[in-house]
């Protein structure tokens, strides 16, 4: 069983910084990605940023410049660091890791519950 545990979200002024962190425990063979997706009310989920096992990063367009993923592989937890936020940044954020199972030689797909961020004008 695996299970992925956000902190970190809060309600913040435009322009302002938050932090949010993701730790992944349970069985973990090798932990491909770590991601962070996002959903606003009325809106489907997307993504935010990913990181490889190897420290490959994606950024979705919202995101670059202003967001900073990372990861500590051995502790398999992931971060974001969201700068400049603004109010269109608001939503429950979600970590999200695909978890390469050796017994199986399949990828599967965990969810953490999210996280509130709002951003206030």
């Known amino acids: 069983q695996v299970r992925l545990v956000e902190s970190g979200g809060d309600l913040v002024q435009a322009g302002g910084s938050l932090g949010l962190s993701c730790a992944a425990s349970?069985?973990?063979?090798?932990?491909?990605?770590m991601s962070w997706y996002r959903q606003a009310p009325g809106k489907q989920r997307e993504l935010v940023a990913s990181?490889?096992?190897?420290?490959?990063?994606n950024y979705a367009h919202f995101a670059k410049g202003r967001f900073t993923i990372s990861r500590h592989n051995a502790e398999n937890t992931v971060y974001l660091q969201m700068n400049n936020l603004r109010p269109e940044d608001t939503a429950v954020y979600y970590c999200?890791?695909?978890?390469?199972?050796?017994?199986?030689?399949?990828?599967?797909?965990?969810w953490g519950q999210g996280t509130q961020v709002t951003v206030s004008s």
């Open positions: 999200h890791a695909r978890l390469y199972k050796y017994w199986s030689d399949s990828l599967a797909d965990y």
């Open positions: 349970g069985t973990i063979f090798r932990n491909e990605i």
């Open positions: 990181v490889t096992i190897r420290g490959v990063t």
